[in-house]
Antibody
Framework: EVQLVESGGGLVQPGGSLRLSCAAS????????MHWVRQAPGKGLVWVSR????????TYADSVKGRFTISRDNAKNTLFLQMNSLRAEDTAVYYC??????????????WGRGTLVTVSS | DIVMTQSPDSLAVSLGERATINCKSS????????????LVWYQQKPGQPPKLLIY???TRESGVPDRFSGSGSGTDFTLTISSLQAEDVAVYYC?????????FGGGTKVEIK
């Protein structure tokens, strides 16, 4: 089955760190751009970061630049998001999403179910 | 950053009737090199992740019912559900991919009247 499964979310104190993972299966992970998108409770979608197939290109939203790092392990079909210096406003469900085959850095054609990150003391 | 503005915030439509959602970008998302509009529509049902509906502003994703259609060019776009079904209750988002950062509209909630 083609799917993405996120993990690693949880409760963390302000200033803390968390590492999210996204396990891909059912498709050739190493060929695709991958994205992270987040959604605060009851709010809309916000793009966070993306990386190309070999991690040579990575881009970030200004709100997370310098604090978050996207990476991937193509041998293990896994995408990561290292989140440091977390703030209350980072509280959200974090979705892993696959870039489309026709325009990988553009839009996503496959999404995981998300993992909730709560930043609170 | 390109700001995406959707309207209305919510709408209630009777079953079988037409639903129209608007999306306006703060600058054109029409790329002159290929004459394509860099705009996508997603559907998000309660408790679920987003689902791709339409890309390049008007190309329906495989498996998406043909009652969903996208139109528009430049800065003004529309998602139309020609005959609303109960399973279409959801929040709909537009997103531009013309430039980084990728940006989403605020969403439009569609309900049954």
């Amino acid at each position: 089955e083609v799917q993405l499964v996120e993990s690693g979310g949880g409760l963390v104190q302000p200033g803390g760190s968390l590492r999210l993972s996204c396990a891909a299966s059912g498709f050739t992970f190493s060929r695709y751009w991958m994205h992270w998108v987040r959604q605060a409770p009851g709010k809309g979608l916000v793009w966070v970061s993306r990386t190309n197939s070999d991690e040579s290109i990575t881009t970030y939203a200004d709100s997370v630049k310098g604090r978050f790092t996207i990476s991937r392990d193509n041998a293990k079909n896994t995408l990561f998001l290292q989140m440091n210096s977390l703030r209350a406003e980072d509280t959200a469900v974090y979705y892993c999403a696959r870039g489309s085959s026709s325009c990988g850095n553009c839009y996503s054609d496959l999404w995981g179910r998300g993992t909730l990150v709560t930043v609170s003391s | 950053d390109i700001v995406m503005t959707q309207s209305p915030d919510s709408l209630a439509v009777s079953l079988g009737e037409r639903a129209t959602i608007n999306c306006k970008s703060s600058q054109s998302v029409l790329h002159s090199s290929n004459s394509k509009n860099y705009l996508v529509w997603y559907q998000q049902k309660p408790g679920q992740p987003p689902k791709l509906l339409i890309y390049w502003a008007s190309t329906r994703e495989s498996g998406v019912p043909d009652r969903f259609s996208g139109s528009g060019s430049g800065t003004d776009f529309t998602l139309t559900i020609s005959s609303l079904q109960a399973e279409d209750v959801a929040v709909y988002y537009c997103q531009q991919y013309y430039s980084s950062p990728l940006t989403f509209g605020g969403g439009t909630k569609v309900e049954i009247k």
